[in-house]
């Protein structure tokens, strides 16, 4: 089955620095969605993007399919950044979502 | 518009019980997805559903686990004869036809004891 892996595992970063998270995957994808889980296990949307760019606030994302890859990117990082990134996929051929196992963020004030 | 509910929140019951746990779509939403998260780990699939028909149920385990989306109320994930391993987060997320973008409910936890 398709693999989705995300680096890095864990990130610390001091309030106000940028930080990149990369996803990827192993085959073709129809669907490929960014989630925030929040510190109380709330999954947050924060992109449906299976391809192109995409920007909301200090949050953006791009996905090159051919590639099979996507990047967040998290500009002026806040505390209430901290919590866990995943990356999901339905890939081509299937209605099976895969998740990645996650980027745990943390942000020092 | 209300997102996605998930009821209860928070559901304990001794090994050899049954478990239901309900979900109520985001409205005109037509799909609903289960999964399964253990502390520290990411989300597993378990079953994909339309209204009255499981389109992708490769995630469930064998036994004992089952999923309903009837056409008239909400989706219904039960766990029958639970063991002390079911107890976990879980989720419940729904979309509209044409994306399948999943928003996601607030989970339930589930403790057995």
């Known amino acids: 089955g398709i693999q989705v892996e995300q680096s890095p595992p864990d990130l610390i970063l001091q309030e106000g620095a940028n930080s990149t998270l990369r996803c990827n995957f192993s085959d073709s994808v129809n669907n490929l969605q960014w989630f925030h889980q929040n510190p109380w296990g709330q999954l947050i949307n924060l992109f449906y993007?299976?391809?192109g760019t995409k920007q909301n606030g200090r949050l953006s994302a791009t996905t090159v399919a051919t590639e099979r890859y996507s990047l967040l990117y998290i500009s002026s990082s806040q505390t209430t950044d901290s919590g866990v990134y995943f990356c999901?996929?339905?890939?081509?051929?299937?209605?099976?979502?895969?998740f990645g196992a996650g980027t745990r963020l943390f942000v020092k004030a | 518009n209300a997102g996605v509910m998930q009821n209860p929140r928070h559901l304990v019951r001794r090994r050899g019980q049954e478990a239901r746990l309900r979900c109520s779509p985001v409205?005109?939403?037509?799909?609903v997805y289960w999964y399964r998260q253990l502390p520290e780990e990411g989300l597993k699939f378990m079953v994909y559903?339309?209204?009255?028909?499981?389109?992708?149920e490769s995630g469930m385990p064998k036994e004992r686990f089952s999923a309903e989306f009837p056409k008239e109320g909400p989706s219904i994930l039960r766990i029958q004869q639970v063991v002390r391993g079911d107890s976990a987060a879980y989720f419940c997320a729904s979309s509209p036809p044409l994306t399948r973008e999943q928003y996601f409910g607030p989970g339930t936890r589930l403790t057995v004891t």
């Open positions: 409205k005109g939403h037509s799909h």
């Open positions: 993007i299976p391809s």
């Open positions: 999901a996929v339905e890939y081509t051929g299937g209605f099976k979502t895969i």
């Open positions: 559903l339309q209204k009255e028909n499981i389109i992708d």
